[in-house]
């Protein structure tokens, strides 16, 4: 409030009585001149497509002229009763389950390994652990299209090395197996990025109370068990938070490595909404896929940080 | 406070001696743990550059080994000297710095108003712009489709940059805002009394000093730009103007069987990023923690 009445005082006295008027209109003016282009650019270009997506949700349009074949509830009926849609939620749902069991895990582990202490080395590990999350998808889901290459391809090589009368295994074509070969693919990409999570958690974990477990008689493991892991709640409160989320958007190792195959084994909910609604140009049903999804995503979104992540102040307030 | 913990760490040590072999013992188990993740993360990518540098008959018969009938030059030659490698590059160099340039600008503009000024109506600006945060671009691919056809920007750059931009802007906000209600208020204050206006503090003082945070939020843009797969691939019918995701996956079509040419290309976008992320790591860490953990 200060600082106004000091920015007044070199001009000429005349102008003391207008200042007000003229400074609010100036305030109000740089005001709108820097949130002006932002806002636009973010509701053209992502609000109000969503919204729209409600809309059109409820018409049968293949996306030209306006949308005109009104079919009420009808996509959402067809929606829910095709065992394909089905079967991609229960896919991504098993993506989910298995980053929270093991992803997030393995990372906070690597965390605790690398991201303090005074093992010698440990930046260099750190360094090459996280390279994945800044390789492309394409480029990731290239490299694993031939790691998993059902003759040639790496993994089935290794495995051949090490076990005796080893039968190479069709990673990606087998039924029963391609969807947790993503998910390796998915964890050797991401999980650095939560082990980078973790490791900011864990610089603002006291060493003093950490010590003070120690001094009372625990071991390793329990100040790890009582003292550390409670600390980071907050940190692993975000990472499922994320997690969840993130396997509900996977897309483009996906597609790369199967299209959803063999038999739509791993077809998640993105991929479906490709298929069935952009390459088939079923713009209003895919539409209502779109919508199915959002409301997933805010319903665990706005659940998640109500109930649980309430006391952790995510967004910085 | 400080300089006393190692004297306390240090004493309850000496008669512990015994100790010090299981510690040994720990590190080395470390070790192996860490050496085990290094190489499971790094030989996929090294099989790549090796495949790159060989014949598709070395390669196939041997993922590891060494070039014996010497360094296949012409598998990188044949891509670099290919007119649509360069056509790809050059845009994902346009895509790359739209995104960067539009995106760290709007949202610095849009973190100054919502941490340094007082207005009717920001904390509701604000929450609408959070609201972004629930959508992820793959979710709302179809959307923003729809809407990119209607404005006419389909085979178009600009209908894919604006839409990376808005997607980005919300996270983009979030960081740089924490970053700049952290520049204390005095300097503010000081700055007015120095004669400056408000544009002239965020031009002149914000902006400099908070150039970690700008260079963290411009690191996660080129990233994101430079990887963007999906949405080219709806917007950009036209093969001219796809960027080297789209280039890639054109070219792997074409040469489906011949991995040695596929790893090139794949050794040839690796290498920049590798370098890129060996310069800007501190940036990129910066950027995902919001400024908690140190480079």
């Known amino acids: 409030m200060s600082t106004v009445r000091f920015r ?3 001009q000429k006295a005349a102008s003391f009585s207008a200042q007000p008027l003229n400074r609010t209109l100036s305030k109000w003016l740089t005001i709108g001149l820097l949130v002006a282009p932002g806002m636009i650019v973010f ?17 049968k349009w293949n996306g030209f002229g306006p949308p005109t074949n009104f079919r009420g509830l009808d996509n959402y009926v067809d929606l829910l009763s095709d065992g394909v849609f089905l079967r991609s939620i229960g896919n991504s749902l098993i993506l989910m389950t298995s980053s929270l069991l093991l992803q997030l895990p393995l990372a906070l582990g690597l965390a605790l390994l690398v991201g303090r202490g005074q093992l010698v080395g440990r930046h260099i590990f750190r360094a090459i652990l996280f390279i994945p999350y800044v390789f492309s998808e394409v480029i990731t889901a290239l490299i694993w299209l031939y790691v998993l290459h059902p003759n040639m391809g790496l993994m089935n090589r290794v495995f051949e090395a090490i076990i005796p009368n080893f039968k190479y295994i069709p990673w990606l074509a087998d039924r029963n197996i391609a969807l947790y070969a993503i998910f390796l693919v998915l964890t050797w990409k991401y999980f650095g990025f939560y082990m980078i999570l973790y490791m900011a958690g864990l610089q603002a974990v006291p060493k003093e109370l950490e010590e003070a477990g120690r001094i009372d008689g625990c071991n390793e493991f329990q100040v790890l068990r009582f003292v550390t892991i409670p600390l980071l709640g907050r940190t692993i409160r975000l990472t499922i938070f994320l997690s969840v989320l993130g396997s509900f958007q996977q897309f483009v190792i996906i597609w790369i490595l199967t299209q ?31 919508v199915v999804l959002f409301c997933i995503t805010l319903f665990f979104s706005l659940g998640y940080q109500r109930l649980v992540m309430r006391q952790d102040y995510v967004l910085r307030e | 406070m400080t300089t006393y913990a190692p004297t306390i760490a240090a004493l309850p040590s000496k008669p512990k001696r015994p100790i010090s072999a299981r510690r040994l013992l720990l590190n080395i188990a470390k070790y192996a743990v860490l050496t085990f993740v290094a190489v499971v993360i790094l030989a996929p990518s090294l099989t790549a550059v090796l495949g790159g540098i060989r014949t598709t008959g070395e390669f196939l018969a041997e993922p590891f080994g060494l070039p014996k009938q010497g360094i296949q030059w012409q598998n990188f030659v044949r891509i670099l000297s290919n007119p649509d490698f360069w056509n790809a590059f050059k845009n994902s160099i346009l895509l790359t710095v739209g995104v ?14 919502f941490s340094r000024m007082q207005f009717l109506g920001k904390g509701f600006l604000f929450n609408v712009l959070s609201l972004g945060l629930l959508f992820p671009l793959v979710v709302a691919i179809l ?23 808005a997607f980005s802007l919300p996270g983009s906000v979030v960081i740089l805002r924490g970053f700049f209600m952290a520049i204390p208020t005095e300097l503010e204050d000081a700055a007015y009394i120095d004669g400056c206006s408000t544009l002239g503090f965020f031009r002149f003082i914000l902006l400099p000093m908070a150039r970690p945070a700008i260079a963290a939020v411009a690191t996660l843009q080129v990233i994101g730009a430079w990887n963007e797969y999906f949405l080219p691939l709806l917007v950009l019918n036209d093969p001219k ?5 789209l280039g890639i996956m054109q070219f792997q079509g074409q040469y489906g069987s011949e991995w040695a040419l596929i790893m090139a ?12 992320y060996i310069f800007t790591q501190r940036f990129i860490v910066t950027g995902l923690t919001g400024g908690e953990l140190k480079g």
């Open chain 2, 143 to 165: 959307p923003i489709f729809i809407q990119i056809r209607q404005l006419g920007l389909i085979n178009n750059l600009w209908g894919v940059i604006l839409p990376m931009v």
């Open chain 2, 241 to 245: 103007l796809w960027p080297l995701p």
């Open chain 1, 8 to 10: 007044v005082l070199p």
């Open chain 1, 43 to 59: 509701l053209t270009f992502l609000l109000i497509p969503i919204a729209q997506s409600s809309y059109y949700s409820l018409f």
């Open chain 2, 265 to 276: 290309y794949i050794t040839i976008l690796i290498i920049p990023v590798v370098i890129f």
């Open chain 2, 100 to 113: 960067t340039v539009i995106g760290v600008s709007l949202s610095a503009c849009l973190a100054f108003v």
């Open chain 1, 260 to 290: 959803g195959g063999p038999v739509n084994a791993t077809s998640t909910i993105a991929t479906y909404l490709y298929k069935y609604g952009i390459q088939r140009f079923a713009l209003g049903y895919g539409s209502a896929v779109a």
